[in-house]
């Protein structure tokens, strides 16, 4: 079982930063996939990033690259998602979500939800 916290959310003006927190409540030293998505009201849940906390692998939507980096620290068992240039359709709940590596195709998928086990209960993002 893995628990996830995401902290960090919060309000910030277009253009500025933020980054968020993926804590794992329960120590592992197993590889895992960690995504992470946002919602906004109406909208479907969709994948932004992802990381492969084995060899640091890292994967991100078109709508994110080149603003926000997704980050592991082991020791700290923890994902970041640090967000840059904010605009104000980033305005979502960000949610990050567990599961295992694949094998052979690693974290193939990430961005889809179904393919996560373990979920966090989300921050609040909002740009204006």
């Given amino acids: 079982q893995v628990q996830l916290v995401e902290s960090g959310g919060g309000s910030v003006q277009a253009g500025g930063s933020l980054r968020l927190s993926c804590a794992a409540s329960v120590y592992t030293n197993s590889k895992k996939c960690i995504g992470w998505f946002r919602q906004a009201p109406g909208k479907e849940r969709e994948g932004i990033a992802s990381i492969e906390t084995g060899g640091g692998s890292t994967d991100y ?33 960000y949610y990050c979500a567990a599961d295992r590596v694949y094998e052979f195709s690693g974290c193939a998928g990430w961005a889809n939800p179904r393919r996560y086990t373990y979920w966090g209960q989300g921050t609040q993002v909002t740009v204006s």
Wanted: proline residues 3%.
């Fill in 61 to 93: 939507a078109d709508s994110v690259k080149g603003r926000f980096t997704i980050s592991h620290d082991n020791a700290k068992n923890t994902v970041y998602l640090q967000m840059d240039s904010l605009k104000p359709e980033d305005t979502a709940m």
